[in-house]
Every structure is written in C-alpha cells, then in structure tokens.
C-alpha cells in the first residue's frame, strides 16, 4: 500500500510549488565521460534552502492545519536541512519553532536555521541524543514534534521525485542518499505510482551504515555510531516505517567511504562548477564505485544538498578528507 496516492501527489506540488519552483535535471558531459554512463542530475541543491529538505515541512504543516491542528509552535531536531525547512514553514504560518542540533553542528547550517527564523538549542552528543532532547522540549513548551520521517513530509518531499521522473521517465537507475528515509522513500513511491521499472540504489556512509547492515539483515538495526562528515546521512537508528519502504523497493544499499565522499565533492565541481554537501554527492562516489554496472546506459544521481561549509569545502579541494 503507498503512503499516497498520485492525486494526493499532485495536489502537494501546488502546495509545494510556489515555495520551491521545480529543480534542474540537467545531463553533464564531463561526468559522463567520467563514469561511462550518461548521468542525469536532479538538482536539489538549486532549493531556496540549498536541500530537497526545504518541500516537506511544507506539506506537513499544510496537512496540520488543514486538519485544523495548526499548533502553537513547532519543534524538531536535525543536522541542518530538515531544521531550515522546519523553521521556514513555521515562519510562513506566523508560528515560532525551536529547532535542536548536536554539539559540534555545521556553523553554517545553524546560522541559516536561525536566519530563516528558527530558535536553536544545542544539545546532545549526535543527531539521535538531539531527537531526544527535542522529544522533551515538547512536552514542556506544548509545542508540536516534527519528526523526521513521517506520511506527509515524505509527500512534500517526493515531490522532487515527480519532477525527475516526469521529467526522465526512462532512466534505468536512480543513486539517492539515505539519511532518516524521505529522500528515497519518496523516490520509490513515486517510481511505483508512476508504474516505472527504474532501479533506485540507496547510499549511505561506511561510518554510518545503519541501513545498509538493516538491508542486509531484512530488519531495522541500529548502529554504535554515525560518524561521518556527510552529515545528512548521520543516521544511526533506522525508523520501521522507512526501512519497510526500502526494503521492498530498493535494489541495494551501497556504502561510500568518507574519502569516496571527498572525491565526489570535488569531481562535482570540477566538472558541473556546482556545490555539493557530503550526502549530496555519496550518490556520485557509489555509481563510480559501481560503473562498471550501468556503462551506457541512463543513471540519475540526486543531488540533495549543497550546504557544505566553507571550511570543510577548502579542505576538500585541498584534496584532503574531514573528519566527522
């Protein structure tokens, strides 16, 4: 059973659409001489956020107070993208949003959380100690959680999905990120509504394979740790309702070391002069560490986001790779 329906579909990217126009899906020459296949870009890095992030909150809040459930105010924790678009659709409805990031937090992604009008704390060792803490703010402010993953901002979400591929209908791959499900789940539930038979690859990190192992296993497990610079795949504790989508619709999950990641960065650049983020550009390094697959034929790679920071971007083009 899908999450959504076409029409229900459709009628989200006139919600969507005035907020985030529709995103380029441009082929690139040089990565298609790189690679040996011809590579289709969906750039969700051309968002007003920087990040396909920006659509779903979007649609939640949409949903809410259609429902009549507009809150008081909104809550959530994030890495970066999901807090930007949290705080921008809570601006846009006039309510105030707090929005709770690990210690050691990208400094720019913060600073543009707090520009688009969002209150940030931070608190917690990682991602999954921020959910937590995030958890408690509701209940002491009232205010409403915006969880990561949920029906309606993988609506929002997927509406990057529609585009690319009633755009593209004829590719016969799509590489897309895996941090807490939207981006793929999305995918896949569109590629199915749509009734195409393009395989879609999930990629994570090395340093955070939580749902790679789950693949594997067939069951949701957690890992010990997410440590990666790509922090929009930081995930270390799989949620049931998005890795039951992935394991029914994905062909595999492949796993990128941080330098694979590194490099994609700069391939990226030097070959489409644009900015990628560690989770926007993992989908690069998996097709290189499988082109061998798909010479010659139509391979999408999504480009999530772009919010890297300044710094950590010097230090790749320095052909250097971060630390987490």
Known sequence: MP???LDELEATVATVRPFVPPTPAYAWPLLAKRTGAEIIVKHENHTPTGSFKARGPLAYLDALRRDGRLPKGLVTATRGNHGQSVAIAAARSGIPSIIVVPEGNSSEKN?????FGGQLVTAGKDFDESRVI????????????????????????????????TTCPDLDVVY???????????????????????EIVGVVAEN?????????????????????????MACRDPQPEAFEIIAAGAARVVAVSEADIA?????????????????GAAPLAALLKEKN???????????SGGNIDMAVFAQILRG???AA
């Open 3 to 5: 999450l959504f329906t």
């Open 111 to 115: 600073a543009a959380m707090e520009a």
């Open 134 to 165: 995030a958890a408690e703010i509701q209940q002491q402010r009232g205010y409403h959680f915006v969880p990561s993953f949920h029906r309606e901002l993988v609506k929002g979400v997927a509406t990057y999905a529609y585009e690319l591929f």
């Open 176 to 198: 897309v990120p895996i941090g807490m499900g939207s981006g793929i789940c999305g995918l896949i539930t569109v590629r199915d509504l749509l009734g195409l038979k393009t």
């Open 208 to 232: 955070a394979p939580a749902f790679a192992h789950s693949f594997e296993a067939g069951r949701p497990i957690p890992s010990n740790s997410a440590r990666t610079f790509a922090d929009g």
């Open 263 to 279: 490099e994609a960065i700069r391939i990226y650049y030097a070959t489409t002069h644009n900015l990628a983020e560690g989770a």
């Open 293 to 303: 697959r798909y010479a010659g034929k139509r391979v999408g790679l999504v480009l």
């Open 320 to 322: 250097e790779t971060p």
